[in-house]
């Protein structure tokens, strides 16, 4: 599968709307040992446009130069509106979309390899996009990788690592002191995620109102908690395609669905493909 087949929105009417797609193509070796560019998306848009990016590996770095617009992603439904000059680390995992609903003058760039893994397995867990405001000394090293002509791999590989190593360190800051019943619901749900959970459950286990339990768990882990229980089955059910032989229905059954139907639904949903084509990738 090459780049353009993994990152290929319809450009027909956005590129009469200001928006113009590069794609690079690394060599072999850059691909199996760096971190590379796969595609820039770069968008000089002056009347409202909304339209939507399906899921793909890496990350996706937005650069903000002027104007505004919202940036949603569906992997926890959460939506982040950015203005003036700014940076958004976001993971590609995810379908997301981008509103303008006056102007803005964006780049989108978009990139992989194998080092990555570390930092999604880091950063995403946490939350699925991260705003960052470099200094301007550090913003101009970044100019390279928003340039659409081939760049040197090494650069390009030094300054992507970088930005990774400069955004998990921010996030390494400690947490803020969680309640221990909020901890205890956590930790509950990433350890028995096949159980079967209800808010009435919840409610009645913690004794709090539900829609408390609701409100502070997302003040905390950024979603609710049955949308972080989904997200935890999907962890696992990835894990097991990958390492085991089970049948898709038994997957489901082992991370908690009843419902084949609805394990693929959610899967999808958080993955953009089925457990179908996520066993049979490469």
Not at 147 to 169: C, F, I, W, Y
Not at 189 to 194: D, H, M, V
Request: hydrophobic residues 35%; charged residues 20%; glycine residues 4%.
């Amino acid at each position: 599968m090459t780049n353009t087949d993994i990152y290929k929105p319809s450009l027909s009417l956005l590129s009469q709307m200001g928006i113009q797609l590069v794609t690079f193509h690394p060599e072999a070796e850059v691909l199996n040992y760096l971190l590379y560019r796969t595609s820039l998306e770069s968008g000089m848009v002056t009347s409202p446009l909304s339209y939507y990016t399906a899921a793909h590996p890496g990350f996706g770095l937005l650069r903000l130069k002027s104007g505004s617009l919202v940036y949603t992603t569906f992997s926890r439904e959460s939506s982040i509106t950015l203005s003036g000059n700014c940076l958004l680390l976001f993971d590609c995992q995810y379908p997301y979309r981008i509103r303008i609903k006056g102007s803005a003058e964006y780049d989108i760039l978009h990139f992989s390899g194998f080092v990555q893994i570390y930092f999604q397995q880091y950063l995403a867990s946490r939350k699925p996009f991260w705003l960052h405001t470099p200094a301007v000394g550090t913003a101009c090293e970044l100019l390279p990788l928003f340039d659409g002509r081939e760049q040197n791999p090494v650069l390009s590989h030094m300054l992507l690592t970088k930005l990774l190593s400069e955004m998990a360190l921010e996030n390494m800051a400690p947490e803020r002191n969680i309640p221990s019943w909020l901890a205890d619901l956590r930790s509950e749900l990433e350890t028995r995620y096949f159980h079967k959970y209800t808010l009435e459950e919840l409610e009645q286990k913690y004794k709090i109102n539900k829609y408390k339990i609701c409100r502070e768990f997302r003040d905390y882990f950024q979603s609710s908690p049955l949308q972080y229980l989904h997200g935890v089955r999907i962890r696992a059910a990835k894990d097991l395609l990958k390492e085991t032989n089970l049948k898709i229905h038994e997957i489901s059954y082992e991370v908690g669905y009843e419902n084949t139907n609805h394990f693929i639904n959610h899967f999808k949903k958080l993955t953009g493909m089925t457990p179908t084509q996520f066993r049979s990738r490469p």
